[in-house]
């Protein structure tokens, strides 16, 4: 059974800090990867996709990495503003191509002014 | 080009009405996913569909529960009797061919 874990389930944070988001899978067939932001009560906002050949994306100031050996991804926010204060979901593709995505349960982080 | 557009945002049923859910994908997005966020949970895949096609329903509940994607107009998520246990937020994605693009949801209370 696909699982996908996050590590810390809620972080909090003062402006201006460096932090790194930790997404664990059970097994290590791992296909394309996503990241996602969730604002309370709103939809979820597609921030990164790492297809399975990559071993990073970067925007802006996000970095996401995935290291299929170890079955892990990590999402690097650098200088957080308040802005970024929100749920962090992490979510793999079942298979290759057009496929559901399994989601972590995710990480709520505050970034306190 | 417009996102994905889910109608209504909020839903109220009483326990045994039927709700519609309406999901419009971004142009030129043939596929479409709905999910399910319960409170205090994360979200689970429900149904995957293209145009004319259920392609993965293995997320669904085996009653009460369908969904289409007619070849003309809106994915339709169809919960017939609801239930309690129903109220959640329902969400739809589409994809070109991987990345997938949401919708803000429709939040259904069941009372």
């Known amino acids: 059974k696909q699982e996908v874990t996050q590590i810390p389930a809620a972080l909090s944070v003062p402006e201006g800090e460096n932090l790194v988001l930790n997404c664990s899978f059970t097994?290590?067939?791992?296909?394309?990867l996503q990241w996602f932001r969730q604002d309370p009560g709103k939809g979820l906002t597609s921030l990164l996709l790492i297809q399975s050949s990559q071993r990073e994306q970067t925007s802006g100031r996000l970095n996401a990495s995935l290291d299929k050996s170890s079955g892990r991804s990590t999402l690097y926010i650098a200088a957080s503003q308040p802005g970024d204060s929100a749920t962090y979901l992490c979510?793999?593709?079942?298979?290759?191509?057009?496929?559901?995505?399994?989601f972590g349960k995710g990480t709520r982080l505050s970034v306190i002014a | 080009n417009a996102g994905v557009m889910q109608n209504p945002r909020h839903l109220v049923r009483r326990r045994g009405q039927e709700a519609r859910l309406r999901c419009s994908p971004m142009k030129g997005h043939s596929h479409v996913y709905w999910y399910r966020q319960l409170p205090e949970e994360g979200l689970k895949f429900m149904v995957y569909?293209?145009?004319?096609?259920?392609?993965?329903e293995s997320g669904m509940p085996k009653e009460r529960f369908s969904a289409e994607f007619p070849k003309e107009g809106p994915s339709i998520l169809r919960i017939q009797q609801v239930v309690r246990g129903d109220s959640a937020a329902y969400f739809c994605?589409?994809?070109?061919?991987?990345?997938?693009?949401f919708g803000p949801g429709t939040r259904l209370t069941v009372l």
């Open positions: 994605a589409s994809s070109p061919f991987d990345e997938q693009f």
């Open positions: 979510a793999r593709f079942r298979n290759s191509g057009n496929t559901p995505l399994v």
């Open positions: 097994d290590s067939a791992i296909y394309n």
């Open positions: 569909l293209q145009k004319e096609n259920i392609i993965d």
